[in-house]
């Protein structure tokens, strides 16, 4: 579990925890009570639907020799893509998860999605994913994870 140690040396775990810590007093981070909560929903959707699925289906497919059964991975593999239609649905009528600017929910969904090809996912399908990846790959600042 990742974990961010404070300068007092207080440990914070969880990686939507510690987006949220450091986003507090940003734009990241909604002032509004509404779109705060509105954060809080992505987030747990990224927890409790999309990265169960997308990122375990992704290490399946990546390490083959790591087990796994594979009535476990098509059934996630189904859940995944259940996700990815959830999502797709949402981003067809707006340029961010919340309130038409970068969130922390959409820094922590990006983070699954924009591999999902790498575990099978056809994003052929998503043309509102597509272009909200690009709009957050588009974002100043934005570095690039490669191996």
Do not use: K
């Amino acid at each position: 579990m990742p974990t961010l140690v404070l300068d007092d040396g207080r440990p914070l775990g969880e990686s939507n925890a510690i987006l949220c810590y450091l986003a507090g007093g940003t734009p990241f981070l909604p002032d509004d009570p509404y779109e705060r909560a509105q954060v809080l929903q992505w987030l747990f959707f990224e927890q409790y639907d999309h990265e169960p699925n997308l990122a375990v289906v992704r290490f399946r497919t990546l390490h083959p020799e790591a087990g796994g059964d594979p009535a476990d991975t098509e059934r996630r593999r189904g859940a995944g893509y259940a996700a990815l239609d959830a999502l797709e649905r949402h981003l067809a009528t707006r340029s961010f998860l919340v309130g038409e600017r970068c969130s922390v929910a959409d820094l922590a969904l990006y983070a699954y999605t924009h591999v999902a090809p790498e575990g099978g996912f056809d994003l052929g399908a998503y043309p509102a994913i597509r272009a909200w990846l690009g709009r957050v790959e588009a974002l100043p600042g934005y570095v690039a994870i490669t191996d």
